[in-house]
């Protein structure tokens, strides 16, 4: 018995057998799990492919009148049932699939698509990749040769446009303060020159007048001077005496009291008073009522003088204005002297202590005045005599030291004037006033002709409707008034300086933005004419890049904003072309140069509008005498490009091309989508043990395995 239970556990018998089952069964497993994991495997590429083909076939329902511009997006009516209907005929319908077998094929238990709603062609990013992609190889093309050998062939920095800029403008402005100072003076002179003469003249043959030389004793009749009254003072105190002793008088006599009483009634001196005015004034014009040479008010004299030597700052350049400028000896010397000469004339009612023949030189000659009437009413003829030579010797020395003085410096100011008022300097500036005036006439022709395009007002409205749809910004009104000579020429500086950093920057710095302006000038570019006197040159219709780029909302602005830059950059082309960084030759040089720019630019307008609207351009002295054509899209591409350095600009840019895009196409963008989700869900049948597939990422519900899949497609 325990042999047999021996036997049967320890015989040799089998033991083969069972090693390899039990090294079987596991390859078995692994194989089972392998086979089921490629099954899964090769399902799920095939549901990603369907979906694929599906999301290709749905958004190939796109929206033809965008896609005529350059832009994509879904133009279907149900892209949730398009992409169903795609999925289920790839695995169910008589599609290449149907009545095959496939080891590996899925079942489809939900297929469902839909948009992202973010990301319609509203949006800036979706908006100018789609722009971007369709302009890389047509946008160089588009350009031309001419556009880049403009931008690549100069030799002139922002450096080099800054220091021409600040030579101008400081002439301009040195010029313009010279005006304001001259007119400040003159108005000071006009009350100077009364002042001086009242000094020199007034009060000598007023109010002292001739010595009386005649031997004739009876006084006549009118007299009122000082000298008259000490001449006939004798002769009125003898009548006066007789009259007191009641002697009797002739009538003739009683004429002569009377005449005297009269004489002595007059006060001529009372003119002098009129001084007051002219202390208060002069200084209000020369450096304001505080009278403070040193802190001047604004707007006076002084103040324009301190501006004009501010800006002159040692500047080589500028010294050929030096000959116009004016020192502070000359104000100080002005007021100083005026100050001096009131002291010594001021009307005072005031007398501390009793003029006497001693002590008269203390007294200012406006007491004097008084002093020689108590004289005279005292019969004091000496002390009388005394006061006026005494006024006299005063207002000798006022001439000759005062006086003198401040027309010294009148004179100074006189030639100062007269240069700058030189003939042919008054010429030159009408002409370059004349020149500007000009200029300015020919590009405001719009004013004229705006009413005949009020229409379009209608069609700026419904664009602003469709931006604030799109939560864009559009531009209101326009300047459009004359501005001053001073403000043309910092506008155009200011834009030329646009233009020669963009050239600096060109092309990397903006390509993108290049790309989309390109994008602008192929499906809305500006299209002729561009006359200055055609309705049609403003419209809407011939300049939608024009209305894209500046973005006014007002019938005819923004061709009319379009040729004031060109204007703006074409006239600073010109006057640095005449190579005016290094000076000018005085103001006749400056307003020659400045008349003669102006001249160039309304010329070169001209040709740019009329007949075949090219003009040869040169402005930095680099393709010879030749120049390079240069057109009018041209133009608005540089001055679009100059502008696309600015984000919130080419965000405000893209907004009113997505406006024009809906206005002309009918389809608004923000029902355009351009990317679509779908989502996939089935299932594969499991040929083997489900329990192992479980190790697998994803999903096992019984003998099935679960797919969800998402895929995303966009143009």
Known sequence: MKKKIKRLFLKDKGSVSIYAIIIILPIFVLNALLIDTLRILSAERQIDS???????????????DLADVGLFAYGGEDAGT?????????????SELSGTQNLSRPMITSATASFDTSRNLVDYSVFRHQVVESMKYQAPVQMGTDLFDLLTNNDISVEDVEKAEELVENYEEILDLMKKRNAEIDKAIEQLTPYNKLIKEDIGAEVIGKKVTSDEETIPEGI???????FYLDRYQELKEKKENEEELTSDEEKEITSYEDGVKEKPYKSVIDMEIYHTDIPKHLVGSNRDVNNPASGSAKDYNDQINELMGGSESLEELEEFTLNDEFFTDILDNEDQIYENIRFDKSLEGSPEQGNLGNFSVGQLFLAFYVAIEDGDKALADAIVQSIENKLGNLKKGQVKKIEDQMQKYDKVKKALENVDIQAEEEKADESFGSLWAELNKYNDIKNQISGDNQLYAELDSIIAEYDGVTGQGGDDGESSRLQFIKDAFERFKEFVEFMQGFPTSVRNELYINEYIMANYGSKAPYELASAESYAFSTKKAQYITYGYNVAGMNYFMFMKDIALILFVGNLIGQGLQGGFAGPLGFFKALSGALITTLQDVNTLTTGKYTLQWNPFKTFGGKGVPINMPMFLRIIMAMKSTNETYNNEKARRLQAV?????????NNSPSYIEGNVQGRVKLWFIPQLAEVLPGNVEGSYYIFDRRKVYSY
Not at 56 to 64: A, K, P, W
Not at 661 to 669: D, F, N, Q, S
């Open 82 to 94: 398009d992409f169903t209907t795609y999925m289920n005929n790839q695995f169910y319908s008589s």
């Open 50 to 64: 369907a979906m694929e083909t599906a999301l290709r076939s749905t958004m190939s329902h796109f929206s033809s």
């Open 661 to 669: 895009i809906t206005k002309e196409t009918g389809v608004h963008l």
């Open 224 to 230: 009122e001077t000082f000298q008259q009254l000490v």
